[in-house]
């Protein structure tokens, strides 16, 4: 086999192995075979076309067309449900209705998502398409180093979508190997293709003795068994140091999977924790999966919110948790911080019996707000401050979490009076110096609107329900889930003037303008109460998942607001006005998910829009056959970083990239004068400055001295400039040979970066200073246009009549 050959055999590999990582993102795996066939297709077409040989837009053409072609054939007539209209209708009309409705597919679809027809075609076609770049970088283009971008956009989107799904991560390191032995497969075998090409690479010299470039008995050559070597090593600590590092992952409330926790890494402490995505899309799901079910001897049930998290540091770029330490579960927990024994005596105790469903993996707690015993199995953490139960480190990357699990939970139901918030005395000072604290960078219009709003007010219960009543009623804000999840100081002063946004937006926005008044405040996360059962029992969805703000109160302690204007929230009786309003802003459907009265069963709406169906107003929709249950950021989001990431990591290759494209078409081109200018520009690129006073003798000359080069490379370059001298002054008929001129340029340059340092020669193949020649030749097109806009101007100056004064 010859060495093109072989990279063509181990570029579709490289490529096969990577999208391997694509399997978690679908039910089934029976679309790589597919997936492999026209692979192996594509490459043979690349790998006929280049013996022929064609140019390489030719090969790249075939190869797209084949690929283009088949893909049409695979895939015709599975994108509508009518007869077809003739061949050009059967492979276009089709191909593109199946290709959108494959986009819609993964809109809607939660990961894993069933495969469909249009998935199917999605994961190919995107194959397919890194394939075809892969092998035009390595094979093509012989740059096999470079065809490592395209494969890590295709397993950065895949790890992006499946490792929101994926807590335990028991297949991500497996397909990282493959990844990662397919690339490295692909550049030894360039390598050894290029040291194929410099002479015999096998030998059979007596063994035991082995040079750096003959081997004994026939084994591998030095340079080969250490670029092995280092590729192992290489490969083995990517492997290692990700397992020993703290693990990173899921958000707030999406789910884990397996049986390892959502990621998250908890220590003795809590960390930051960032829940803006996992709710967001939780909010815009398209099915109605239920992940807690509980009973409850609760009266109220409007009050039975399901709380996880308290979110109580603000720096101005987001909220979040902030570090607190960790006990063990105390068999009764600690009343509840600033509650009055006034308020306790009239709070009634209930107990709530919650069951988790498989697919929740979430490490905090779901519990009524304030639980005062937690009866669960496991390992569990408390954390006093935010009354949080943790789930405990079980194991390497192994945390406790709520998957599957039945727990028990006693709370109080608080039944604080307006008039008892509005006689609450000043705030303790520690906790009034916490949680009232806001960042430098806080626009002053958010303090100011505070104001404006609360203007009239005596007391701080009197400013919180004008706050309340301003984002809820007064305002003018119009609740909308598609609205981008920013939550720093920018993103408020955006949903301040914008009035649009969902519950995060409220929340955040009400609870950083409480601290500007001086009410200590922080904002938790959670579920509203749920829809209630005809047997008594109540779901809580993903579609259920809140934000509301908490603002702290002397004798009652941490109270919830609710400023959201969203159907079938319930505004805590203590902050309605005297006469209750309704909520104009509010969508003004059917009833949502977290109705309290019995359903017999999920309702329909025929008519529903795709908008209320997202935000839960049609009633309890049926999940889609096969939908998955994962969640994460969308595919055009994980899209767009991986491009961006791409696109960062391609920056510094970009004058590498030019300077070989450049290198090639110099010397491909057989110029004696091309050949001399690349020669030039190899040497200033180590530090040798262009002196185009001197003659070509004095100019090699002065190469050979200031490079230091060796006596066969300073004859190659004299050489090289010989044929410049007979270029330039032979007679007419005379031409120079351009036999050799190429090795001879390509020795030098050698021999020049390997007299330098290595920041030099580093410097010199990502930086290299020839690259001026493009500021250059930029400049000299800008003085050439604008000489050839100003003679136009000039001409037409000259045909306008001069009037004379009459």
């Known amino acids: 086999m010859s060495g093109r050959a072989r990279l063509t055999v181990f ?81 276009v009309s089709d191909f593109g209705a199946l290709f959108a409705q494959g986009v819609r597919d993964v809109n809607e679809f939660a990961i894993p998502a069933p495969l469909t027809d249009g998935i199917r075609l999605l994961l190919v076609t995107g194959v397919l398409v890194i394939g075809l770049l892969v092998d035009l970088l390595a094979v093509t283009l012989r740059m096999a180093a470079a065809a490592g971008l395209p494969l890590l956009a295709l397993y950065s989107v895949a790890a992006g979508l499946s490792g929101t799904v994926s807590g335990s991560g028991g297949a991500s390191w497996f397909a990282f190997l493959l990844a990662g032995c397919g690339y490295l497969l692909l550049l030894l075998s360039e390598g050894r293709d290029r040291l194929a090409q410099w002479g015999r690479v096998f030998g059979a010299a007596p063994r035991g003795r082995v040079s750096a470039g003959v081997s004994g008995g026939g084994r591998a050559v030095a340079p080969v068994r250490t670029g092995r070597r280092i590729g192992a090593v290489a490969l083995g600590l990517a492997l290692v140091v990700p397992a020993l590092l703290p693990a990173m992952g899921g958000g707030l409330l999406g789910t884990g999977g397996g049986g390892d926790g959502d990621g998250t ?45 308290a979110l109580d540091e603000f720096n101005g770029v987001k909220w979040e948790a902030s570090g607190r330490p960790l006990t063990d579960v105390p068999e009764r927990l600690p009343n509840p911080p600033g509650v009055s024994g006034e308020i306790l005596n009239g709070a009634a105790e209930v107990r709530t019996s919650v069951s988790s469903a498989q697919t929740y993996a979430q490490r905090y707690l779901p519990m009524p707000y304030p639980a005062m015993q937690v009866d669960i199995g496991g390992k569990w953490r408390f954390e006093p401050v935010g009354r949080t139960l943790v789930g405990d480190q079980l194991g390497k990357d192994r945390f406790q979490n709520a998957q599957g699990a039945q727990y028990t939970v006693r709370s109080l139901l608080l039944k604080p009076t307006a008039e008892q918030l509005q006689k609450a005395p000043a705030p303790n000072e520690a906790i009034r110096a916490e949680y009232t604290k806001v960042p430098d960078n806080l626009p002053s219009v958010v303090a100011d609107t505070a104001r404006q709003v609360t203007k009239g007010a005596k007391d701080d219960y009197s400013r919180a329900v004008k706050l309340q009543d301003y984002f809820a009623v007064s305002g003018g804000f119009r609740y909308d889930t598609k609205v981008s999840s920013g939550t720093g100081s920018q993103a408020i002063v955006k949903f301040l003037s914008d009035k649009e946004g969902f519950c995060v937006h409220f929340a955040f926005s009400m609870a950083s303008m409480a601290r500007t008044l001086g009410i200590p405040a922080r904002v938790a996360v959670g579920f509203t109460p749920g829809e209630k059962q005809s047997d008594g029992s109540v ?92 969640q994460g950021p969308s595919v055009g989001t994980v899209l767009a970083w991986t491009a961006g990431a791409v696109a960062l990591l391609a920056l ?37 400055d262009p002196d185009e006073a001197l003659s070509p003798r004095g100019a090699a000359d002065r190469v050979v001295t200031l490079g230091r080069l060796d006596p066969k490379a300073a004859e190659a370059v004299r050489r090289v400039s010989a044929a410049v001298e007979r270029a330039l002054y032979a007679p007419p008929g005379a031409e120079p040979s351009y036999e050799g001129l190429a090795p001879d340029v390509l020795l030098a340059r050698t021999a020049l970066l390997a007299r330098v340092s290595r920041a030099t020669r580093l410097r010199a193949l990502f930086l290299p200073r020839s690259s001026a020649r493009l500021r250059w030749a930029a400049t000299a097109r800008r003085a050439a246009l604008a000489a050839e806009v100003s003679a136009a101007l000039s001409r037409a100056r000259a045909r306008i009549p001069l009037r004379g004064r009459g």
């Not at 297709?41 to 040989?53: C, E, I, K």
């Not at 290198?663 to 200033?684: K, M, P, Q, Y």
């Open 11 to 91: 570029a579709a590999l490289a490529t096969l192995f990577t999208a391997w990582s694509l399997n978690p993102l679908v039910e089934t795996g029976s679309w790589l075979p597919q997936a492999a066939v026209l692979l192996v297709l594509q490459s043979a077409v690349g790998a006929g076309a280049r013996r022929v040989p064609l140019a390489r837009s030719l090969t790249v053409g075939a190869q797209l067309l084949v690929s283009l072609l088949a893909l049409m054939l695979l895939f015709g007539g599975k994108g509508r449900s009518g007869a077809g209209d003739g061949v050009l209708s059967y492979l």
């Open 265 to 309: 890494g908890i220590g003795p402490s809590i960390q930051a924790v960032n829940p803006l995505v996992s709710l967001q899309s939780s909010l815009n799901a398209q099915d109605n999966r239920v992940v807690l079910k509980y009973r409850t001897d609760n009266p109220q049930l409007s009050e039975q919110y399901l709380r996880i998290l």
């Open 539 to 630: 779901n809580v969805s993903m579609r259920d998942a809140h934000a509301w703000p908490e603002l702290y109160f002397e004798g009652v302690g941490w109270t919830r607001f609710e400023p959201t204007p969203r159907s079938g929230i319930t505004v805590p009786d203590y902050s309605r006005t005297e006469a209750p309003e309704s909520r104009p802003t509010a969508p003004t459907a059917a009833p949502s998910a977290s109705s309290a009265q019995p359903s017999a069963g999920p309702s329909e709406t025929e008519d529903c829009p795709p908008e209320a169906k997202k935000l839960g107003e049609c009633g309890a929709a049926a999940a889609a056959p096969g939908a998955g249950s994962g």
């Open 652 to 688: 510094p290759f970009l004058p590498f990239l030019w300077r070989r494209r450049l290198r090639s078409r110099r010397l491909d081109s057989g110029d004696v004068l091309s050949a001399w200018r690349e020669l030039g520009d190899s040497a200033w690129d180590v530090g040798i």
